[in-house]
């Protein structure tokens, strides 16, 4: 086990997967600004007939599907690198904290995605890897106080991913089955309301991955410097005089 090199990957993948999660959040608001632009658009044009131009689509149905297929593109990148990131923190845990983990290592991507599974496990499994980094004497003082002050981010961005991952749209749908919801300010307020708490998921997504990185950090430096001292050899003994 390389240490240092194993700080690095896990650095470079919370990058990344920090960067994907930017880019979703910074996608989803230009959608729901041009979704506002749209909506100014038809409301000021209410009563005016317009023809499509191609097929049955009107220009801003198709300027809402090129988003869409934007946002489902990002959306995918951003599940990949956080899964990538996911998967490779708790498969170092055993080798820093010299102690099994709970779950095998593919629960830490298809927990995500088995259903009822999804549900507990893989909030089980990062708080598995606090624990388990918080309470090694490894880490300095400092993280683990800090650590303890945020405890309560683990259930609340928890909730809030359940809630935009399964709950909401649940009420989409149903929306969508039962009314109609025309290109007007209460549609798009209502569509803003239930994106509301997507932005809070990944903000507090992007918070998780800060903390749990820094409370990889200090344990890995630990390694690497007992490696690096390791593998200094001794000076030499001096000869003996006759």
Not at 29 to 57: D, N, R, W
Not at 120 to 135: C, G, H
Not at 191 to 196: I, P
Request: proline share 5%.
């Amino acid at each position: 086990m390389n240490a240092h090199l194993i700080s690095k990957r896990l650095q470079s993948h919370a990058k990344a997967a920090s960067i994907a999660l930017w880019a979703s959040l910074a996608i989803s608001v230009l959608f729901h600004v041009q979704e506002a632009v749209l909506t100014y658009i038809a409301v000021s044009a209410s009563g005016v007939l317009k023809e499509p131009v191609f097929g049955s689509m009107s220009d801003e149905d198709l300027v809402t599907l090129g988003s869409s297929w934007l946002m489902f593109a990002i959306y995918f990148v951003t599940m990949v690198t956080f899964f990538v990131w996911f998967e490779y923190s708790y498969r170092n845990l055993p080798m820093l904290t010299d102690s099994s983990s709970h779950h095998p290592r593919w629960m830490a991507v298809l927990g995500w995605i088995i259903p009822f599974i999804a549900f507990f496990v893989p909030y089980q499994m990062t708080k598995e890897i606090w624990r388990k980094l918080s309470e090694h004497r490894g880490v300095s003082t400092e993280i683990i106080l800090d650590s303890r002050r945020s405890k309560f981010l683990l259930p609340v961005w928890w909730g809030f991913h359940l809630a935009s991952v399964y709950v909401l749209p649940v009420v989409a749908l149903v929306l969508a089955l039962f009314y109609s919801l025309e290109r007007d300010w209460v549609g798009f307020s209502i569509g803003l309301a239930l994106g509301v708490p997507s932005y809070v998921t990944v903000l507090l997504e992007i918070q998780v991955i800060r903390s749990t990185t820094a409370l990889y950090l200090p344990l890995l430096q630990a390694v690497a410097d007992s490696q690096s001292g390791a593998c200094i050899a001794p000076p030499p003994k001096p000869a003996m005089s006759s």
